[in-house]
């Protein structure tokens, strides 16, 4: 099993020396992957419902947030040279899909090829609105914008007609260094989404689940994936935890479950105690590389 770090990078703790530091730290130490997170502004009160935690509430500290996720994972794959990055996720159908070909594109070139390109629908109607993009209907552009952006990572002459977006026939370059793309890791855990992975996805990402609960997830995939004509073992799992951590004991319960990688939440951010709080992973990395 890999084990990777769910690190939600945020300002102010979040410094140039600290990403370079997280960097070579993880190289040196066999992380396997470094996910962020994407939240492009954040508001004082949410009527929407937060799905990464128990209560429905979304909590962050005051006067702090997220840095930005692709001149994030840019420094990152400046600061290293074997750790994966991964988008956790890139809340896709808010963003302009050509800017996100572009951009994440540009993210696996630079990077050598270790960008894995975590999507999802998104939660909070708020910040769709703040973005100028209409929430109905955002799982329908999810799937068109995927598509976009695969005739982008593709196709040497690009073209698309979609409900959403029409694009005339153009060049993107550079290509992803992976081939024949970036490999999509869908995450959510609702049946769209689910369906979502098996059709179109190499991975498939969720959070905050229990080894039992994730089981269930993933015999619910598999009938998604029978139904597409695709086997059970060509889709990656991953399972992760925003808040609460994951008991290094309950690695095996995950592996047994399906999970091919588990991210670990590393919210303690700055430069100070970074050595300290990565070497309290060493339960973890050891459980992870027994499996």
Known sequence: MDLGLFAPLRSPVATP?????????CDE????????????????????????????????PAGSGLLDMVSALSFLAACTQHVRLGTGICILPQNNPVYAAKEYATVDFLSKGRLDFGVGVGWSWE????????????????????????????????????RFYTLRDCLLYPKPVQQPMVPVTVGGHSEAALRRAARVGAGWYGVNLSPAETATIV????????????????LRIVVGAVSDSIDPNQLGE????????????????????????????????EAAAAL
């Open 17 to 25: 020396e600290f990403l370079a530091e997280l960097g070579r730290e």
């Open 29 to 60: 130490r066999g992380i396997h992957s470094i996910w962020l997170g994407e939240h492009v502004v954040m508001f004082p009160e949410y009527e929407s419902t937060y799905p990464g935690s128990r209560d429905g509430k979304f909590r962050f």
């Open 127 to 162: 910040e769709f609105e703040a973005c100028g993009v209409p929430f109905e209907h955002r799982g329908a552009r999810c799937d068109e914008y995927l598509e976009l952006i695969r005739r982008l990572w593709c196709d040497e002459v690009s073209s698309f007609e979609g």
């Open 219 to 234: 015999e619910r995939l598999g009938g998604h994936l029978e139904a597409q004509g695709r086997p059970r073992d060509d």
């Open 254 to 285: 995950y592996a047994e479950a399906g999970v091919d990688e588990v991210l670990v939440p590393f919210l303690r951010q700055g430069s100070k105690h970074l050595a300290a709080n990565l070497d309290k992973l060493s339960a973890h990395r």
